[in-house]
């Protein structure tokens, strides 16, 4: 079993940035694929980006490449997500989630672990 705690939400401007952290639970998140998801007021949950075992490869939703970027530290079984560049539909609250399955799964049903979510605002 794996607990996500994720952190770093928050109010920001549109153009501002914000840093999530995801910390886990388990002794090593290295064997898991790491992701976040979105969920915007009325809307589905939606894939955002996932990163590879090692940390070497990610997968990014089109709506955040160039802007968001994912990285994570299995020493401190930790993930992260650097947003910039952050827009008013970016708004959503984010969930950290876990996999041991493969980089490129993007529906929710194929992940096995999530956190509770943080909230996202940006304001116009």
């Known amino acids: 079993q794996v607990q996500l705690v994720e952190s770093g939400g928050g109010l920001v401007q549109a153009g501002g940035s914000l840093r999530l952290s995801c910390a886990a639970s388990?002794?090593?998140?290295?064997?898991?694929?790491m992701g976040w998801f979105r969920q915007a007021p009325g809307k589905e949950r939606e894939f955002v980006v996932s990163?590879?075992?090692?940390?070497?490869?990610?997968y990014y939703a089109d709506s955040v490449k160039g802007r968001f970027t994912i990285s994570r530290d299995n020493a401190k079984n930790t993930v992260y997500l650097q947003m910039n560049s952050l827009k008013p539909e970016d708004t959503a609250v984010y969930y950290c989630?876990?996999?041991?399955?493969?980089?490129?799964?993007?529906?929710?049903?194929?992940?096995?672990?999530w956190g509770q979510g943080t909230q996202v605002t940006v304001s116009s």
């Open positions: 388990r002794r090593t998140l290295s064997d898991l694929v």
């Open positions: 989630a876990a996999s041991s399955g493969s980089l490129y799964n993007s529906r929710n049903n194929q992940w096995d672990y």
């Open positions: 990163i590879s075992r090692s940390g070497i490869s990610t």
